[in-house]
């Protein structure tokens, strides 16, 4: 079975420069995770998306981040204008459902250098 | 704010020592706690799981205990070897408002197993 995919692995971009990032989930996942990951921490949640819906976008930082998941599969996590702060891994996870047992599988996160 | 702490944040032991990572958190109103793996370059991947009712999970050489109403947890690791390096995360599941299941993550602990 394979894995949560997530592209690119690596970016390096200039800082006011817009960036995207990719990820396809498990098959038959129907919830969806974005989080950030900086150097020494553990991951934050950025957004959980319910299919096609995101259902928690509290810790989105609407003013530069936006995310979409067309059609309740992939999902594309966007920062535009990027900052010398977003450098980071960004992760994307996904589970059958959003129940506590469910268990979150991660892809192995795209790391992101602003400079 | 759930706030989770994981000591020591980094460990080298020898090949076939038996160790203990610890986890403590400060909200004990929690519906599960997880361990994850995170080795360089990758995702996270969990290793067990232990829902608030349980006081430990086991899977293999893995045992993980559970203190709800001390906020702590170990995670035990019998007869270490070199392809145990890797970095440790604990991961609190519980309510962040509403009916929205979130995990805090602590900042990890880094193993380093000697051969």
């Known amino acids: 079975e394979a894995g949560v995919v997530q592209s690119p692995r690596y970016k390096i971009i200039e800082k006011k420069q817009p960036v995207a990032f990719w990820c396809n989930p498990i098959s038959g996942h129907n919830t969806l995770y974005w989080y950030r990951q900086n150097l020494g921490q553990g991951p934050e949640l950025l957004i959980r998306?319910?299919?096609?819906?995101?259902?928690?976008d509290s810790q989105l930082p609407k003013d530069r981040f936006s995310a979409e998941r067309l059609k309740g599969v992939d999902s594309t996590l966007k920062i535009q204008p990027a900052e010398l702060g977003d450098s980071a891994v960004y992760l994307c996870?996904?589970?059958?459902?959003?129940?506590?047992?469910?268990?979150?599988?991660f892809g192995p996160g795209t790391r992101l250098t602003v400079l | 704010k759930q706030e989770v702490t994981q000591i020591p944040a980094a460990l080298s032991v020898p090949e076939g020592e038996n160790l203990v990572l610890n986890c403590s958190f400060t909200d004990s109103a929690i519906y599960n706690l997880q361990w994850f793996r995170q080795d360089p370059g990758k995702g996270l991947t969990s290793l067990l799981l232990i829902q608030s009712s349980q006081r430990e999970q086991t899977s293999g050489r893995l045992n993980a205990s559970l203190d709800k109403s001390s906020g702590r947890s170990t995670l035990y690791i019998a007869a270490s070897q070199p392809g145990d390096s890797a970095t440790y995360l604990c991961a609190v599941g519980g309510n962040s408002g509403g009916s929205n299941y979130k995990l805090t993550f602590g900042k990890g602990t880094l193993l380093t197993v000697n051969p």
């Open positions: 996870a996904s589970s059958l459902g959003h129940r506590g047992w469910d268990t979150q599988y």
């Open positions: 998306y319910e299919n096609e819906e995101a259902v928690d």
